[in-house]
């Protein structure tokens, strides 16, 4: 909490203070972030240099983040295994890419082998139960008139990596996780196209010790 600014401090609640000195000592540990779908790269731009801040995506956008001058890796997440030594992360970031992979399990299973142990995965992910985002599938999927709208939305016309092959409910998420080995440690929800419309939730990976115990 003292790395937050005297100005900011002073106007945490205290129930805020309480809550900032009991997860502080969890995010200052975080030393390294996997990326997975990264992109070229934008949102490792947001964590501290100091952090080692590795990429992870399609060949094109490795060699994007790589310019960045990020630790980048391209492959192709269906089937190949993630380049990386077992328990080498504190922490990996699935955001809004699991509903892109139709190998969910194959990219959860190499998640957890790099993963430290006690280290987080964070998913983000539409909810499949909005309609919201049955009509967006719907929409582009349909032939011309889809790759415009995608168009007018993001400034490109569509790949086939941004199609999705399977988003899920907050349920199913959840049991895929646990499959994995994940503990849920948390969850929550945020808006894309409507209130609440994104899943978030957060996996830890325990110790074969711990596991046998829950």
């Known amino acids: 909490m003292d790395l937050l600014p ?7 609640t205290e129930e805020e203070r309480r ?3 009991r997860h502080s000592p969890r995010l200052l540990s975080v030393k390294s972030v996997l990326d997975i779908g990264s992109g070229s790269g934008v949102f490792l731009l947001l964590l501290p240099p100091a952090w080692r801040r590795v990429a992870v995506d399609s060949s094109l956008n490795a060699d994007l983040a790589k310019k960045r001058g990020f630790e980048s890796f391209g492959l192709d997440l269906e089937k190949e295994d993630l380049p990386i030594e077992d328990n080498s992360f504190d922490l990996v970031t699935l955001l809004e890419v699991i509903e892109h992979v139709q190998n969910k399990e194959h990219v959860l299973s190499e998640i957890y082998r790099v993963l430290k142990t006690n280290g987080h995965i964070i998913v983000t992910t539409p909810d499949a139960g909005i309609p919201v985002w049955w009509l967006r599938d719907r929409i582009l999927d349909a032939p011309g ?17 941004d199609s999705h092959k399977g988003c899920l409910s907050e349920s199913e998420l959840t049991e895929l996780l646990r499959s994995e080995g994940f503990v849920v ?4 929800r945020f808006k894309i196209f409507q209130p609440n419309d994104d899943i978030v939730l957060i996996g830890r990976k325990h110790s074969k010790a711990s596991q046998n115990h829950l």
């Open 19 to 21: 809550y900032l000195r």
């Open 6 to 12: 005297q100005d900011t401090r002073l106007r945490l």
């Open 185 to 188: 440690a948390g969850r929550g």
């Open 145 to 161: 008139i889809g790759k415009l709208v995608f168009r007018l939305r993001t400034g490109r016309f569509p790949d086939r990596l």
